[in-house]
C-alpha cells in the first residue's frame, strides 16, 4: 500500500481527493459549502489520526475561505515539512506560498523569496511544477 510524501495512507488520501473533486465539480453553492465542510471534518478525522503533517496542513489552507488563515497554515505545513524534511511538500508549500502572495494576499517580496524555496527543490523532470512556478513568475513580473 502506497503513502504520500509524509506518510498518509494511499486509501486516506484518496477519499481526500474524492471529497476535494466533489466540491470543485459542483455549481450550487449549498452543495459546494456541504462538500467543502465534509472535506475539512475529513481533514480533521486524518490529523487526529496522523498528526499535524504537511499535507494535512497545506490541503486545509487550499480550501478554507480566510487568506490569513491560508497563510498560517500553509506557513505551519512548511515548518512541518522542513521538520520531516519532506522535500515534495517542501516545494509544493512554497509554490503555494508564493500564489497565495501574488494573489489574494499580495506581497511582492515574500512572493519572491517562496519562490526561490521552490526552485530549490525543484527537480529537472518536474514539469508540472516548474511550469506552476513559471506561471507565477509571469504573474509578478507582470504586476
Not at 37 to 52: F, Q
Not at 109 to 127: C, F, G, H, K, Q
Request: aromatic share 6%; glycine share 2%.
Amino acid at each position: 500500500m502506497g503513502k504520500t510524501s509524509d506518510g498518509i495512507a494511499a486509501s486516506d488520501w484518496d477519499r481526500v481527493h474524492e471529497l476535494a473533486l466533489a466540491m470543485v465539480n459542483t455549481d450550487e453553492p449549498v452543495e459546494e459549502q456541504h462538500h467543502r465542510t465534509d472535506l475539512l471534518n475529513y481533514l480533521d478525522e486524518l490529523t487526529a489520526k496522523y498528526g499535524e503533517l504537511p499535507s494535512l496542513l497545506a490541503t486545509r489552507a487550499d480550501y478554507v475561505e480566510d487568506p490569513a488563515e491560508s497563510e498560517r497554515l500553509l506557513l505551519r505545513a512548511f515548518e512541518a515539512a522542513t521538520r520531516i524534511v519532506d522535500t515534495l511538500n517542501l516545494r509544493e508549500i512554497a509554490l503555494s506560498l508564493a500564489d497565495l502572495y501574488t494573489t489574494v494576499r499580495p506581497r511582492r517580496v515574500a512572493a519572491r523569496v517562496w519562490l526561490d524555496r521552490a526552485r530549490a527543490y525543484l527537480s529537472p523532470d518536474d514539469e508540472r511544477s516548474l511550469a506552476d512556478l513559471r506561471r507565477i513568475e509571469k504573474r509578478l513580473d507582470d504586476s
